[in-house]
């Protein structure tokens, strides 16, 4: 592109550019076809990968086998073409990989949630850290399987399922156990009072007359204790393993998030069920 010593330059001009384009070409072709068979490999491969997730996305894959740092035609082809190559890539980075894998594992997950349920959900919540797209469902299904996520209450007296996954890894001990509610039910008062119930699995609450069964319980990053107006229910086979607070006051405005942990000598995923209602009046 740059060669002018020649006898007759501007005859061989035109030959020369046609070569340059050529070349220009036959690179910029390479370079993307080669970048879209790498990277449409190493999705497909690891789809359902469950282990070191997060490494994933660091992989040379993601990258072009080689950065064009010229064009003949100036600054703006040459931007053009590396967009075309890395639009490829991100593309398939942030959007495709991500989103086919958490949709996969999750169908996995949720037939059987006592097979890797823990890999598989914590394989989703990293896909999550790096999905871009605008997929509803991908959003939801991130939600459900990261516990930093709080799930949305907007209804009192429904129940809403939660999967509680360690946030720990001892596999051979006990873990750390963690799950967020955000309650936004509406309501005309001023400070909204609700009890708050939840159904435990029978494994985590069969110690609970003699301990609790959580290491804290926080709403809105104020802890809840059992004392004063507050009262706590005690989950037992007799009321289905239901533990309840009552009664809670809530911010109108604010997010209501009510913040639990728990330990438990096990690696695996549990179910619980949270509800809000309007206090009931008990007797004494």
Known sequence: HNDSDFLDYNSILPKKEETVRKYENELFASIKNSSKTVVDSFVAKHQNTLANVEALYSDSAFTPPYQLTFSSKGQADLENKKEQ???????????????????KIYAAFTRNINDRGVERAKAIAVHGKYYKGNDKQVKNIIAECDSNIPKWISKAKEYRKIFVVPTTNNRQGINEYKFKVQLQIPSDAQFPVYDLNIK?????????QTAKWF??????????????????????????????????????????????????????????????????????
């Open 85 to 103: 190559i890395n639009g490829y890539l991100e593309q398939m980075k942030y959007n495709y990989f991500p989103e086919n894998a958490i949709k």
């Open 200 to 208: 435990l699995p029978p494994e985590v609450a069969r110690n609970s």
């Open 215 to 284: 290491d804290k319980m926080m709403i809105n990053n104020t802890e809840i204790k059992n004392e004063g107006r507050v009262k706590f229910t005690s989950p037992s086979a007799d009321n289905d393993f239901e533990f309840q607070v009552s009664p809670v006051q809530m911010d109108k405005d604010g997010r209501n998030i009510l913040d639990v942990t728990f330990s438990y000598p096990g690696f695996k995923v549990f179910e619980v069920s949270v509800m809000a209602q309007k206090p009931i009046i008990k007797k004494n």
